[in-house]
């Protein structure tokens, strides 16, 4: 009882095989599980994948089917933020980098020491505005062009004496005057928008 195998829709066949040696040609690569065969109570050509005594062995065979993989719908950010971090770090050096060479301008240079300004009487009364401090029962007063005025009314009353010609603030105390008294006065004056503040200065610095 013999054998016959073909290649799928070849007119030239191999005869006189048994079935195991079908079998073994197919387990060694020589056939393909749709090559054909025809066993000796077969009427008609049979694939091998197809025959009852050889379906289970071309089975065997088949390589498993490909995997699918379903689509990727989401966006991976990973790699793009990794670029932006790499462009901030850039930007924050080239920035740094930057402010590194700007250069201050610095005023010009005469060569001769300055010394203490000196201002006339006449001076004084036309362009500034005198304040004075003072200790009195152990707390400061304020004069204003010689008027005792309040800390809390310092601002009011500088704003009517000020002027476009008088704006700058001339300020004397006393050295016991407490450095915060000191402050009001000259906060008081920036409000006011004087320009300018000269500053009688005693032998020692007001108390801290």
């Given at each position: ?125 036309e362009q ?34 000020a002027n ?45």
């Open positions: 009882m013999t054998w016959k195998i073909r290649h799928q829709g070849s007119p030239r066949s191999i005869e006189g095989l048994s079935l195991a040696e079908v079998l073994e040609g197919l387990q060694d690569g020589l056939w393909e599980p749709t090559d054909e065969v025809q066993g000796p109570d077969d009427p008609d050509w049979v694939a091998i994948e197809n025959h009852p005594q050889l379906a289970e062995a071309a089975a065997d065979l088949e390589p498993p089917p490909p995997r699918t993989y379903d689509d990727e719908t989401r966006l991976d950010m990973n790699a793009l933020i990794d670029v932006c971090m790499v462009l901030l770090v850039f930007f924050i050096l080239t920035t740094s980098y930057a402010a590194l060479q700007k250069r201050l301008k610095l005023p010009n240079v005469t060569g001769q020491e300055a010394g203490i300004a000196t201002v006339t009487d006449k001076e004084v009364a500034m505005v005198r304040v004075v401090i003072k200790m009195e029962n152990g707390k400061p007063v304020f004069l204003v062009e010689q008027q005792q005025v309040p800390e809390e009314r310092l601002l009011t009353t500088l704003k009517s004496f476009p010609s008088k704006n700058r603030l001339l300020l004397e105390y006393d050295s016991d005057v407490p450095w915060g008294a000191v402050v009001a006065v000259q906060d008081a004056a920036q409000l006011a928008e004087m320009n300018r503040i000269l500053w009688l200065v005693p032998e020692t610095e007001p108390k801290k």
